[in-house]
Each structure stands twice: as C-alpha cells, then as structure tokens.
C-alpha cells in the first residue's frame, strides 16, 4: 500500500503568517492516464472532512486563493498564506491513484 | 443539493457484524462512487473502501476478509458490512461521494460488551 508521510506533525503559527505542510509519498503518484490524484482536507473538530485541493493544485469550489497545492510525483505541498483563525484544524493529505487508496497521518495547524 | 447521511447501530457487541446505510440525495449512483472512510476517537482518518457508479468495489486491504460495500440504486443507498469486529474497529464512519467533496456527518460506532 502507498504511505503518504505528512510533515510537521504540529504547526504552531501566528494568525497572518503562512503555513506550510509537506506530504511525501513512497511511490509516485502519476496515474497511468497522466493525472495525479493527491488532495488536501481540513477538518475541524467535531467536524467532517472537507475537500480543499483535489489533483495537486485545483481549489474544490469555495476555497478561498490562499489555500495552494503544489508538487509532483511524490513530493507534494501545501501552502496557507495568511493564516485565518478558520484555517485551524487538522490537514490530511491523501491518495487516489492507488488501490487501495491511503490517507497521510495529518498534521495540526494551532496558534502558536 | 447533494446529500449523504449514514445510519446504524451506535453499539456493537465484539465479534458481531456491523450493518451501516449509506442514503444518498442530489445524485445518481450509477453516475458516482461513494467511498467509506473511518476515524478512530482521537486518531486520524482511514480510508474504509469504495463502491464506484459500475458497481465494482475497492477495500482496504486491512480490512478486505471483513468488509463488504453494496447498495441498491433504486434507494439511492450504500451498505457497508463488516464482521468479526473488534474494539479497534471503534470508530466514527464517514460515506462521501466520489471526488469528496461532499461528505455525510459520521456516525459513530463502539463496539463493547
């Protein structure tokens, strides 16, 4: 099965700065038609997941511009610019390319 | 709009078979896969297994010997079943459409004597 790696485990920020989080995986995530099936999910607490970027670097509909995804192959990333106290919570990554299809352990966004 | 609302017993005794539904509202399922995802009290989430718009299903390979995902189109509705559970298999579980962007609350499940 594939492993995603999320890193930091915790991002302490302050409300404004940017926040990065690393998704690595241990193979490579290219689908055999050309697409790269990685998304990020935020959740909040008591909350369901929700969709924030599906392949790598395409905002699911009301996401707002400072959520960005990046990366290929295997490395992935996910930027915050601007940290919103709405942005806190717990980010997943996770694969679709592969059967059967993985999330990454998550990692906290919380105020510093 | 689209919809998904899962439903089942909140407790399970260890060892017995789990039964949750899957209702669905604001698409087809012949048009879409519904996937099943986990979360353990405090843990992270575990993608369960699928059942895609043709009927075929993927699951979990940790879990494949005890799980089973169907449904009936005309209800618009998707069953998981699990057996010989565990208290590991404690757990709120999530049915989500294909492409996830749309996700049902959960239910919880705790499987105890």
């Known amino acids: 099965d594939v492993v995603l790696t999320q890193t930091p485990v915790a991002q302490p920020v302050t409300l404004g700065d940017q926040a990065s989080i690393s998704c690595r995986s241990s193979?490579?995530?290219?689908?055999?038609?050309?697409?790269?099936?990685l998304e990020w999910y935020l959740q909040k607490p008591g909350q369901s997941p929700q969709l924030l970027i599906y392949?790598?670097?395409n905002r699911f509909s009301g996401v707002p511009d400072r959520f960005i995804g990046s990366g290929s192959g295997s490395d992935f990333t996910l930027k915050i610019s601007r940290v919103e106290p709405e942005d806190l919570g717990v980010y997943y990554c996770?694969?679709?390319?592969?059967?059967?299809?993985?999330f990454g352990a998550g990692t906290k966004l919380e105020l510093k | 709009q689209v919809q998904l609302k899962e439903s089942g017993p909140g407790l399970v005794q260890p060892s017995q078979t789990l039964s949750l539904t899957c209702t669905v509202s604001?698409?087809?399922?012949?048009?879409?896969?519904v996937h099943w995802v986990r979360q353990p009290p405090g843990k992270g989430l575990e993608w369960v297994g699928a059942?895609?718009?043709?009927?075929?299903?993927d699951y979990n390979s940790a879990l494949k010997s005890r799980l089973s995902i169907s449904r009936d189109t005309s209800k618009s509705q998707v069953f998981l079943k699990m057996n010989s559970l565990q208290t590991e298999d404690t757990a709120i579980y999530f049915c989500?459409?294909?492409?996830?962007?749309?996700w049902g609350q959960g239910v919880m499940v705790t499987v105890s004597s």
């Open positions: 989500t459409r294909g492409g996830r962007g749309y």
């Open positions: 604001g698409f087809s399922l012949t048009s879409n896969s």
């Open positions: 059942i895609w718009s043709g009927g075929s299903t």
């Open positions: 193979q490579s995530l290219v689908h055999s038609n050309g697409n790269t099936y």
């Open positions: 392949k790598v670097s």
């Open positions: 996770f694969q679709a390319t592969h059967d059967p299809n993985t």
